[in-house]
């Protein structure tokens, strides 16, 4: 047992990732068409109201949803003073393949497929993910993300992948158009007009959640069949 309970975010879960255990929220509608795990950025959580919306969003087109803390509450603490773990790639993208993992054994998750929606620095940690685990992801979007932080790994990344920028964030669009250039992959770059790097303007963080809804759905729920084959 992972220790789960029904809370208002949906249910209260515990992931074990190597030697520590993540808390996440996981909603699964009925006849959802897959799931999406968030991957944080610099200095979030699960707690993050932007991808809380977003997450309720997706429920509401009919997607499972795992919010999860990517650094325990004692690591949040160090990086609070250090901000050194939230730009450790390597160790969020293995947290991230240990959430995809637990994942496709649970019971109300495992046949579904999955998606990642990564923001900030998490993009990159989905990125790097995504491409440890090619069989089992199989689309990701990334809001206002630092997927080039991913650097040579992008071009093994095989999931259809969205990159979503705000029209105001300059330096952010030329990083996500030098990193779209690296993937070999079905890809996008959506670019929506007058927002900032976290979307705090009306009307924006709906449109990332409508592009990001298209996208999964698209994706998402199309495999006739799983080998759970996984790849390192």
């Known amino acids: 047992m992972d220790g789960s309970a029904s809370t208002s975010n949906g249910v209260l879960v515990r992931v074990p990732a190597g030697p520590v255990i993540l808390e996440g929220n996981l909603s699964v509608p009925e006849s959802a068409s897959g799931v999406v795990l968030f991957a944080h950025g610099s200095g979030s959580s699960r707690h993050s109201p932007r991808n809380r919306y977003v997450a309720r969003e997706l429920n509401s087109a009919s997607l499972a949803t795992l919010l999860i803390d990517l650094l325990t509450s004692e690591e949040e603490a160090v990086d609070a003073y250090t901000a050194k773990l939230r730009f450790d790639i390597g160790m969020l993208a293995e947290r991230l393949v240990a959430a995809t993992d637990w994942l496709r054994i649970r019971p109300e998750t495992r046949n579904l497929d999955i998606g990642y929606f990564g923001a900030s620095t998490g993009a990159a940690a989905?990125?790097?993910?995504?491409?440890?685990?090619?069989?089992?992801?199989?689309?990701?979007?990334?809001?206002?993300?630092r997927p080039d932080l991913a650097g040579p790994i992008l071009s093994m990344v095989h999931a259809p992948t969205l990159l979503i920028v705000g029209g105001n964030d300059h330096a952010v669009i030329e990083m996500n158009q030098e990193a779209l250039e690296q993937l070999e992959?079905?890809?996008?770059?959506?670019?929506?007009?007058?927002?900032?790097h976290l979307f705090e303007e009306p009307g924006t963080l709906e449109e990332v959640a409508r592009l990001a809804a298209g996208w999964f759905n698209r994706h998402l729920g199309q495999s006739s069949s799983r080998t759970g084959t996984t790849t390192e």
Do not use: N
Request: aromatic residues 0%; hydrophobic residues 45%; positive net charge.
């Open 185 to 196: 992959v079905e890809k996008k770059l959506d670019i929506v007009p007058g927002a900032t």
């Open 126 to 145: 989905a990125l790097v993910a995504a491409a440890r685990r090619p069989q089992q992801v199989t689309a990701i979007v990334s809001r206002g993300g």
